[in-house]
């Protein structure tokens, strides 16, 4: 039998042993406690293309590679932070628009890398039902706004899109509290002199927005409101986009200004009155990934979900009333061969295995 003192010194060698084989050069970085994976995180800002988006790049994650992976629920204020400092790791939809001196800031430092498209197309911008413009005869709906074509013509229609608060005036419904483009719009409205004409409402969450379009739509009755695409809600409902002012880069330094805080919305000109730019939709990883994980950020680099499929899937989501989760499946199931060839072959068989486990 070992004495204490024998033992005690035996505990002592093994500890060292173990502290200083952790911190040989070439220990593997990508085991945390235990051997384990550690946990990759996806940003959730909360709306429905995200959701999809996380869900697809998840099931890859954890059942193609072994990583587990988790959403963590924020505002873009919290995900810029949080991906730029590492403490998460993905965002897959930078809406660079919206963004742009925070995007070119974090990219150019090497903080946050660009792996290019989720999808190759995004629209946003101002939208009414269609039947407000051209009637709906089925719903026995005679046109409301028939010479409405673009922002310039909402003045003369304020009272078809009233503030039930404040009868004097027009409502939009903006963008969501806490998303930048929810400023944009604000600027958009002053530059288009709209300010005297409209209030403005911020819902809460994508699903108050939402719900705001459909409850309106499913009455027929007139609502003016942001949106943007792709999203289920413009695949099921039939939504005009009104016109503005074609992009331009002097418009843009304007607008940001004010999304920056650096002038005050009175001071906003005429000038920062256009379109959003029309773009490719980018996913981000912070630069930790890339050493931890080289296989996942090659997985994200070559994932391309596609602007259509992007859409079909959203609407196959809402119209089943299924969670994110199992429209990823869904998605999965039917463009194939399109993810397939974002993963090797080893990857996409471990995928395909699960899948079909999923769907048993």
């Known amino acids: ?7 005690l010194l035996t505990a002592i060698i093994i500890l060292f042993s173990l502290v200083l084989g952790a911190c040989q050069p070439g220990a593997s970085n990508e085991a945390g406690v235990g051997g384990q994976k550690e946990v990759i995180k996806f940003s959730d800002t909360q709306f429905q293309t995200l959701w999809i988006n996380n869900a697809i790049a998840k099931f890859i994650v954890e059942n193609g590679y072994g990583y587990p992976a988790e959403t963590v629920e924020m505002t873009t204020a919290v995900f810029q932070q949080s991906l730029t400092n590492g403490d998460i790791d993905v965002h897959m939809e930078l809406w660079r628009a919206n963004i742009m001196d925070w995007y070119t800031e974090a990219t150019t430092s090497g903080d946050v890398l660009d792996l290019g498209d989720t999808y190759e197309k995004s629209t946003q911008g101002f939208y009414v039902p269609r039947y407000v413009i051209e009637g709906d005869a089925e719903r026995g709906i005679e046109p409301m706004a028939p010479d409405l074509k673009s922002v310039f013509d909402l003045p003369k229609y304020k009272e078809l899109f009233q503030d039930p608060e404040d009868p004097n005036k027009g409502l939009l419904i903006n963008c969501i509290t806490g998303w930048q483009c929810a400023l944009v719009n604000r600027a958009k409205m002053h530059a288009y002199g709209l300010d005297d004409d409209y209030n403005i409402l911020e819902p809460g969450a994508s699903a108050a927005l939402d719900a705001v379009i459909a409850g309106a739509y499913e009455k027929g009755n007139p609502v003016l409101s942001y949106y943007w695409e792709p999203t289920w809600l413009l695949g099921v409902y039939d939504m005009v986009q009104l016109e503005e002012p074609a992009y331009n880069d002097e418009c843009w330094e304007e607008v940001s200004a004010y999304v920056n805080d650096t002038i005050a919305l009175d001071d906003i000109t005429e000038n920062a009155g256009c379109a959003y730019e029309t773009l490719g939709i ?13 296989e996942v950020v090659e997985f994200l680099e070559n994932m391309n979900v596609g602007t259509e499929p992007l859409n079909k899937t959203a609407g196959y989501m809402s119209t089943n009333e299924v969670e994110a989760d199992e429209a990823a499946l869904w998605f999965l199931e039917n463009y194939s061969e399109r993810w ?3 993963v090797p072959a080893d990857v996409a068989e471990k995928v395909d295995a699960a899948l079909a486990e999923a769907q048993q």
């Open 1 to 7: 039998m070992l004495s204490k003192k024998t033992y």
């Open 340 to 342: 397939h060839e974002w």
């Open 282 to 294: 980018h996913k981000g990883v912070h630069k930790s990934l890339k050493e931890r994980a080289p």
